[in-house]
C-alpha cells in the first residue's frame, strides 16, 4: 500500500507547489509590471471576462475530481481487507501493546509476522483510544474501548519496522511504541513453534468458557437455557424484539459484558454480566473460541490463517470512521 500512498501524496504535493509558485510568482510579477507610476493615475474598469471564470472553475473542479476518485481509490483498497488474512488480536492499554496469535503466542510491544502474507489486526483497547500507526506501512487506525476496528497490511521486505501510538493517551503515550518484526516464512513458523505456548487462542478460549461455567447454559441440547453457540459465529440471529443481528466479534463480545443488550428469541434475558470478570484478552479468547465452533470452515487453509465469513469482514464498518 506504501507506494499507492505515497504516489497519491507526491502528486498532491506537485499540484500544491505548482500553484503556489504560480500565484506567488504572479503576485511579484503584476506588482511591478501594473505599479502605479503618477500619483493621479487611475486603473481601466474592467467588466469581468466569461472565458476566465469558467477556465478558473473548470480546473479547478477537474484537479478535485482527480484528487477525489484517485484518494478515494487507495481508502477503500485500505479498508478493505483480502479474505485471507492471518489474523491477530490487539489489545491496547496504558501504556503497552498486546499482540495475540491464533496459535496461542502471546507479545508485548512486538509483533512477529510473515513476509508476503497479508494481515488483518483485529483491536481494541482496555482503557482510553489509543491508535496504531506502522509509518513504514502507511497505515494508522484507533483502537477503541468497547469496539473492534480493524487494520490490514501485506509486508513486502523482512525488517524491523516502528510501531507508534499515535492518539494521546496519558503521561506515557510516547512511550507507547513497539515494532513490527517481518520474518522470513521459515524464520517465522520456526518462531511460531519457538515460544513457551499454552495452546491455540480457541483452545485458551474453550478453558475459560467452562471454567466461566458459561457451557452449564450454552449447550448444543435444547436444555441450555442458552442459545446454542455451535456454528454461530458470521450467521444472522433473530431478536427477541423483531430485530436481527449479525453475530461478529462486537456482538458477541457485548453478549458478553452487557447480555441483555439483545436477546435472541426463544431465550429469557437471565445471563449475568460477565463485566469486570473477563479481561478484554479473555473476551477475544472466548470469540475465538465460538468461531472455532463452526464446523463448515471451508475457507480456512489452516489453524494458523483464517477465511472469515464475510459478516466479520464486514466487522470494521463501524470502525472506519473513526480512521484519522
Ligand atoms: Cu496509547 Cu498514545
Not at 507479545?107 to 512477529?112: R, S, T, Y
Not at 487506525?141 to 507508534?164: C, I, K, M, S
Not at 431478536?239 to 461478529?248: I, M, Y
Amino acid at each position: 500500500m506504501a507506494p499507492r500512498v505515497d504516489h497519491l501524496y507526491f502528486f498532491l504535493l506537485g499540484i500544491a507547489s505548482f500553484f503556489s509558485l504560480l500565484i506567488a510568482g504572479l503576485i511579484v510579477y503584476y506588482a511591478v509590471r501594473f505599479r502605479r507610476r503618477s500619483a493621479d493615475s487611475v486603473g481601466a474598469r474592467i467588466q469581468g471576462g466569461m472565458l476566465l471564470e469558467i477556465t478558473w472553475t473548470v480546473v479547478p473542479l477537474v484537479i478535485a475530481m482527480v484528487i477525489f476518485v484517485w484518494g478515494a481509490n487507495v481508502f477503500f483498497a485500505m479498508s478493505t481487507p483480502p479474505v485471507e488474512t492471518l489474523n491477530v488480536y490487539v489489545v491496547g492499554k496504558q501504556w503497552m501493546w498486546k499482540f495475540q496469535h491464533l496459535d496461542g503466542q502471546r507479545e508485548i510491544n512486538e509483533l512477529h509476522v510473515p513476509v508476503g502474507r497479508a494481515v488483518k489486526l483485529i483491536m481494541t483497547s482496555e482503557d482510553v483510544i489509543h491508535d496504531v500507526f506502522v509509518p513504514a506501512f502507511r497505515v494508522k487506525a484507533d483502537v477503541v474501548p468497547g469496539r473492534y476496528t480493524n487494520l490490514w497490511f501485506q509486508p513486502t521486505r523482512p525488517g524491523r519496522y516502528h510501531l507508534f501510538c499515535a492518539e494521546y493517551c496519558g503521561t506515557r503515550h510516547s512511550g507507547m511504541t513497539g515494532e513490527v518484526i517481518v520474518m522470513e516464512p521459515d524464520a517465522y513458523e520456526a518462531w511460531l513453534s519457538g515460544g513457551a505456548v499454552e495452546g491455540s487462542l480457541a483452545s485458551a478460549g474453550e478453558k475459560l468458557f467452562s471454567d466461566l461455567a458459561c457451557n452449564t447454559c450454552h449447550r448444543p441440547d435444547t436444555q441450555g437455557r442458552g442459545p446454542d453457540l455451535q456454528d454461530l459465529f458470521g450467521k444472522t440471529q433473530a431478536l427477541q424484539d423483531g430485530a436481527s443481528v449479525v453475530a461478529d466479534e462486537a456482538y458477541i463480545r457485548e453478549s458478553i459484558l452487557n447480555p441483555r443488550a439483545k436477546i435472541v428469541a426463544g431465550f429469557q434475558p437471565i445471563m449475568p454480566t460477565f463485566q469486570g470478570q473477563v479481561s478484554e484478552e479473555g473476551v477475544l479468547e472466548l470469540v475465538e473460541y465460538v468461531k472455532s465452533l463452526n464446523k463448515n470452515r471451508a475457507s480456512a487453509p489452516a489453524a494458523s490463517s483464517e477465511g472469515a465469513p464475510r459478516p466479520a469482514d464486514a466487522v470494521p464498518a463501524s470502525g472506519r470512521g473513526t480512521r484519522n
